[in-house]
């Protein structure tokens, strides 16, 4: 038996027995019965289903990276200006407030890019905080 895991858990499906037919092709054996059983058990839509599923998950993740991947750089780019306008002893509220607005977001898909998107972010509250605001 051979195990298909998909998102509605695990189907057990006969294994197919492979023979050599007699003009030397290969056939799957079993016959047509065998085979309809099989088909009606897991039933092909279902797995073509999962398939077009996983494929589809694929793009919001990607997108979703892409996104996340932006907000950081945006947040890099906003705590090095709020470094250089601290240094002539100033601090521009719009900024202190698009840094609020970058630290909310949604999580990216690769927890790589989610460690180092929290860690920037981390640094930027704690900016905020240091000038009485909450992100």
Known sequence: MVVIRGVTGGTNVPAARSTRGASGGFR???????AREANASIGVSAATAIGLLQVQELAPAGERNARA???????????????????????????????????????????????????????????????????
């Open 28 to 34: 799957v054996g079993g016959g047509a019965d065998e």
């Open 69 to 135: 991947f932006r907000r950081g750089e945006d947040m890099l780019r906003e705590l090095k200006a709020l470094q250089l306008e601290l240094m002539e002893g100033r601090a521009d509220p719009a900024r202190l407030q698009e840094l609020i607005r970058l630290t909310q977001g949604e999580k990216p898909a690769d927890p790589g890019l989610a460690e180092a998107l929290e860690a920037i972010a981390l640094r930027a509250r704690l900016d905020l905080a240091r000038r009485g605001m909450e992100a």
